[in-house]
């Protein structure tokens, strides 16, 4: 039977006392790994330092990315699964996760869906994920898990891109994925429910962030390098009308996020 990781970034005081009520579930071959930022010497609360199968690894500074990247430096399991602080996990959740790998023997990132508040559109049926996502489907980070081999055990996340950074505060999950794929992995949609994420994750509330809108057009630009002087138009017009961002802000924004991504981006 293969082992799995939960990956769990948290930040501060706050963060590990979500941490603490998520009631991780103990089941044999499972266990969890808490990247927790800027502890500034809190004790670890007593519901997860009796816990055998919780290993917390403090981690100073911020940035969400580099908290992705602590977990994954520590993590042994066969398949790491990306995850939150707000997130609720079932035995049966996470079986299905190890399960999708196990009869799966070529993917090398499976991605899955989650119950909660985003209106969020998934393919209809299992399929193989490339470069050119399915309509209308996007990536969250904590529906994705990686197994831990070859390459794919050598993906971390590009620590410019994400909650913290210095550069762009969101994208972080397409960047990699893309990557990943670019570079031959094989990649997998299972259409089963492995968590549960109360209210509007990060990417479907309303973005006022001048740098979140350069991230949107940074990651259009990544996935349609030949069309995305078209798309970005069209999103923006999209997002107005969802009330989600300004028309000409989000233009303007996507514009110089997509240019970013050609002149200063290189992986």
Known sequence: ?????????????????????????EIDGVGYIVSWQEPDGLPVPPELA???????????????????NNALDHSTADIRLIADDDLR???DGLRAVIAAFE????????????????????????????????????????????????????????ERFGLGSGCLPLGEEEELFHRAVRHGLVARFFPVNITTHPGLTTGNRPMSDPR???????????????????RIPLVAWRERRKGRAPFLGMLFQGFRGALWRFFRYRR
């Open 212 to 230: 979140a809108l350069r991230a949107r057009g940074a990651v259009i630009a990544l996935y349609y390098p030949l069309s995305w002087t078209l």
């Open 50 to 68: 009796s816990r055998p199968d919780v290993r917390i690894y403090p981690l100073g500074g911020r940035g969400l990315s580099r908290n992705r």
């Open 1 to 25: 039977m293969l082992t799995l990781d939960v990956l769990i970034s948290t930040l501060g005081r706050d963060g590990i006392s979500r941490v603490a009520q998520m009631r991780l579930p």
């Open 103 to 158: 009869r799966s023997p070529e993917v090398d990132i499976a991605c899955f869906r989650y119950d909660g508040a985003d209106a969020k559109t998934y393919p209809s049926r299992e399929c193989r994920l490339t470069t050119k996502l399915p309509k209308d489907y996007y990536l969250t980070s904590f529906e994705m898990a990686i197994r831990n081999r070859g390459e794919a055990s050598r993906l971390r996340y590009d």
């Open 89 to 91: 996990y079932t035995p």
